[in-house]
């Protein structure tokens, strides 16, 4: 079992940065790809970025390509998400997620555990 947990989140403005991170426990992640991923009511989640466990391979969402950069330590067993450039429509729920297998594009439904998430707010 490994549990997730996301801290980082809150309120900026728009043109701001925030750095999420999510925290495993429970068992080391660093043999496993790493999501996240964020969610608005009433609408599908949204796979944002994943990474493998070595870290050498990075896929973004072209929603947030060249804002945000998703990064891990596997020593610390803790996986980020800076995101910068930060626009009003990037509020949302943000959630960290685990995939078993290799992740070359973050898939809701190929992921193994999820984070509760963590509320972001950009204002104009």
């Known amino acids: 079992q490994v549990q997730l947990v996301e801290s980082g989140g809150g309120s900026v403005q728009a043109g701001g940065s925030l750095r999420l991170s999510c925290e495993a426990s429970g068992n080391s992640v660093s043999s496993y790809s790493m999501a996240w991923f964020r969610q608005v009511p009433g609408k599908e989640r949204e796979g944002l970025a994943c990474i493998l466990s070595n870290g050498l391979r990075i896929t973004y969402a072209d929603s947030v390509k060249g804002r945000f950069t998703v990064s891990r330590d596997n020593a610390k067993n803790t996986v980020y998400l800076q995101m910068n450039d930060l626009k009003p429509e990037d509020s949302a729920m943000y959630y960290c997620?685990?995939?078993?297998?290799?992740?070359?594009?973050?898939?809701?439904?190929?992921?193994?555990?999820w984070g509760k998430g963590i509320q972001v707010t950009i204002s104009p």
């Open positions: 997620a685990l995939q078993g297998g290799i992740c070359y594009r973050p898939i809701k439904d190929a992921m193994h555990y």
